[in-house]
DNA sequence: GTATATTAAGATAAAATAGTCTTAATACCA
DNA sequence: TGGTATTAAGACTATTTTATCTTAATATAC
């Protein structure tokens, strides 16, 4: 996989602190509820997001998590980056130890190109666009009551 | 990571059997200490590439490891289904249960089109042509001796 | 101040992945 | 036939990732 199943968690729920128009505090509780999340394990993830100042948080009754900017200022790749650090940019999805450019593997040429678009995608998309797009599908799909929980 | 050691490994081992000419049998050993990956474990990945029949093996005095069918008819994504899966194809790098095109989450727009362009790639390029980009790249480096080794 | 709600932190456990080591099976060769 | 080279298979260990559980710290409200 791509991204690690934390990276994974931490987008969640950060698009969905995104989509709550809400602008005070949401509990850890809350979120893990919605999206079927282990509690603990969603708030280790979230103290991430709040060391990296992505997120702010507050103790005791009507505290929680928040986002720290607007959502529109909090891309994708921000998020990767907090939890899964920058492999994607300094490493490679192959992963050889000391490549890049300058010393590049068979699969380079190619690859490179793959990787920089989804560098391009994850900086480009920001969490505001994810949670609309996110309401769009679920407007789309209410009959149904089918969606991908992201 | 995109791609499991054991896959990235595989990979590895099998362009650089591509890459030798000769079409005899070519022993685990040398593979191992060419590429610097421990015996044993390349041992137990190979044999997941000859039980998925994209090698074949022979044990004994000139035995070893070859291709079962020549480098331009297997391809990148030959190599990665035998490692790790489909996953690619059928799951996702974001790995939400059940989703897809009829039930996508917030970044399936977006990531569906990286997605089948890695998919594409993979499908398209083969052992040969990695191999021989391997050799151009090897040829192109040879003053500084420096090249990342896939 | 005391009880309550909440995140922070850390200890522990479980599962998945990666790696090592030993033995078995098979094939060649002398 | 016996010795050696080689892959196959399986047991075992180590590391990383994921998950759970407990306790601490902090803030509120009464
Ligand atoms: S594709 Fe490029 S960045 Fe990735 S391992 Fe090869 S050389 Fe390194
Ligand atoms: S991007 Fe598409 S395939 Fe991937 S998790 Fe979302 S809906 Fe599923």
């Known amino acids: 996989m791509l991204l690690s199943k934390s990276c994974i ?3 969640r729920a950060s698009v ?3 989509s709550k128009k809400n602008d005070g ?3 850890i509780r809350e979120l893990s509820d919605e999206l ?3 509690f603990h394990f969603l708030t280790k993830v979230l103290q991430e997001l709040t060391k990296a100042e992505l997120l702010e948080s507050y103790k005791g ?3 929680g998590v928040k986002l720290a900017r607007p959502a529109n200022k909090i891309t994708f790749m921000d998020v990767v980056e907090s939890i899964d650090g920058d492999y994607m940019i300094n490493e490679c999805v192959l992963g050889l130890p000391g490549c890049g450019v300058m010393k590049p593997c068979a699969l ?3 690859w490179s190109v793959l990787k920089t678009d989804i560098i391009n995608m994850m900086n480009e998309y920001n969490l505001e666009a994810i949670a609309k ?3 769009l599908q679920r407007s789309f799909e209410r009959k149904s009551a089918q969606f ?3």
Do not use: K, V
Request: net charge negative; glycine share 4%.
């Open 148 to 150: 991908a929980n992201l």
């Open 61 to 63: 009754p009507n505290g």
């Open 133 to 135: 797009n996110r309401e």
């Open 9 to 11: 968690y931490a987008l």
């Open 16 to 18: 969905l602190i995104a």
């Open 108 to 110: 380079h040429d190619q």
């Open 25 to 27: 505090f949401i509990t």
């Open 36 to 38: 079927n999340i282990s």
